[in-house]
């Protein structure tokens, strides 16, 4: 007979929850404003809400296991992933020179965005079951190192150039977190000097240096490649203290500001509601973060933590470099704001990854009990 322990809901994370619900809502809004006018077909805020709630569906299902299954089957799903991203670059939906998707018939799902969760997944156990005390050797990052490198490489061809950083970023915030050898760490530093202008050179396509170039001095090309990031400082600045007021954001209604629905979706917020509702808005946003920092720290097992830290450097990086974007200190790269930005694959992503979070608080009692 199924019985329910009541200790998974005494260790349920209800203020995760509360501030979760808080941030979506408020990205709603501002999805319902970026796409008042020039959308056709389904508003770009109802589909958003279909997104969430299937979210919402996929934590109640993550939530009905013991986290630690993931160890054993953390390489099916990163397998499965890296089929799903070939199939989309072979036979996938092409928009705008980028072959990324995945027609489902209800929606097009982005393998690239799993990606990223499944990576996180895959790292956590690697790093987990490998973990001597003595700290990683060069040996042994081989193959966390070739887990990050082949899902980069398949999503650079795409092309999709934010979300192999992404990958990235994850890999170098997971691999620091674990304890590393000082003659690995050297050796990394060296290798990264050498490839990071290799990769200038002879890795990024030219519109990709010549956003590189834009964000150095966007001024000398307003009307082409300098535009995004021109009206989104535009939008983000004429804010001012108070905002324009809900609905009233002239960059966005005026048809100005490019992509306000995707990645400049904090433009419009910023506009409309100034400096005062920005910082209300981040300070929600980077609370969820902290919550998810400190389910990390207060797991009681290795791999809890592990896969609790991977899943906030996500988080936690996806939102700074889109910040950084959007207010001209980063090259515009393509990378959404979770939770924020519209994209089904995203928003699924990003659920099922706070899905984990709520997991593994709740389990705190069972590590050691098997």
Known sequence: MFKFDRRL????????LVVLAAVVAMALANLYSASYTGFYGTPAYMKQIYFFLMG???????????YRALITVNYPIYVLIIVLIIIAM??????AGTQRWINLGFFNLQPSEPAKLSLVIALASYYYRKDTGKGFSLKELLVPGLLTGLPFVLIVKQPDLGTALMLGCVFVSMTLFVKLRWSTLVTLCSCCAVIVPLGWKFGLKPYQRQRIETFLNPESDPLNSGYHIMQSKIAVGSGAKFGKGYLEGTQVHLDFLPERHTDFAFSVLAEEWGFIGSVFFLSCYFFLVFLGLNIAL????????LLAFGIVSLIFWQAIINLAMVLGLLPVVGM???LVSYGGSSMLTTLAAIGILFNIR???FLVGTN
């Open 56 to 66: 919402c569906c996929a934590i109640l299902l993550i939530i009905s296991f013991d």
């Open 362 to 364: 709740m389990r705190r």
């Open 298 to 305: 207060s797991s009681r097992d290795k791999f809890g933590v």
């Open 336 to 338: 959404p704001l979770p």
């Open 9 to 16: 809901l005494v260790n349920f994370d209800w203020t995760l």
């Open 90 to 95: 072979v036979f996938g939906k092409t928009t």
